[in-house]
């Protein structure tokens, strides 16, 4: 009877409290994102696809559009080739185009982009990364009891400090560092907090990356908190990338260039 009574109070406090309350929430102009990060899933081909996202930021409850750039150019300094990306679709925002692998795994790569008259810089070197060495599925849960556990096994590469960057599917990612399994082999659990069902396919890839895009990806993975849209969706407030405005430095753009190897596997829920 008590609880009858709590709810019938509590309905008619939310059916009297009509009053439309505004929230501010912080605001800004919106500023180029470049997602540039370049995968190398086979460094021994003779040509890779690059593929580039350019979009702009939004305020908060917002998705993020499509920017047009007036271009994009990649080039090396150690030869005189370079690559034009053209835009896939008009106001798609991606834009793709076909390089030699060499050009992309050897020496200093630049990233030129203009918009609205604005020159935008990135640098990047390309960063080996490591086989996965098995994928399977556990039987253990965390807090609510119905995640689903992936073990995943690789083994540090050798004689160097390596960083590295999981993409788990469902814009989920993870960071890590060998400072504790340095050239040894390492088996970690990563539980999805959605409800899996079987017969669903989980795609991982492994990517080398430098310490500077650790970093950033770490940072960008804590104020994204896992969310649906992935880390390069954040609200415009996010973290500062490696990409610089040459002539109008206050006016940088979000995102990152790096060109990165990788490894991939997938399982099957079972």
Same mark, same amino acid.
Request: zero cysteines; a negative charge; charged letters at 30%.
């Given at each position: 009877m008590k609880k009858l009574l709590f709810n019938f109070f509590c309905l008619n406090l939310l059916l009297g409290c009509q009053e439309t309350i505004s929230v501010d929430v912080p605001t800004e102009a919106p500023r180029l994102i470049i997602d540039a990060v370049i995968r190398v899933s086979d460094p021994t081909q003779v040509i890779s696809v690059v593929q580039v996202k350019a979009s702009l930021s939004s305020s908060f409850f917002e998705e993020n559009t499509p920017a047009s750039l007036s271009s994009i150019v990649l080039t090396n300094n150690l030869s005189q080739n370079l690559v034009t990306l053209t835009e896939e679709e008009e106001n798609s925002g991606l834009y793709s185009g076909l390089w030699g692998t060499n050009e992309l795994i050897n020496g200093n790569v630049t990233l030129t982009a203009v918009y609205n008259n604005? $020159?935008?810089t990135a640098e990047a070197t390309y960063v080996p990364s490591t086989p996965i060495l098995d994928v399977s599925q556990g039987d253990k849960t +965390?807090?609510?009891?119905?995640?689903?556990?992936? $073990?995943?096994?690789?083994?540090?590469?050798?004689?160097?400090?390596?960083?590295?960057?999981?993409?788990?599917?469902?814009?989920?990612? +993870?960071?890590s560092e060998d400072t504790f399994y340095k050239d040894q082999p390492f088996t970690f659990s990563y539980f999805y907090d959605n409800n899996l069902s079987p017969g669903r396919e989980i795609n991982i890839t492994l990517l080398g990356v430098n310490e500077s895009f650790y970093n950033y990806m770490n940072l960008l993975i804590l104020q994204s908190s896992g969310g649906d849209q992935g880390p390069f969706q954040t609200p415009s407030t996010t973290a500062r990338g490696n990409f610089i405005n040459t002539s109008n430095n206050s006016n940088f753009a979000l995102g990152y260039f790096a060109i990165c190897q990788t490894y991939s596997a997938s399982i099957v829920i079972e």
């Open positions: 604005e $020159v935008y +965390l807090f609510e009891g119905n995640e689903t556990e992936i $073990v995943i096994t690789f083994e540090d590469r050798k004689n160097s400090d390596d960083f590295y960057l999981f993409d788990l599917d469902f814009s989920q990612f +993870l960071v």
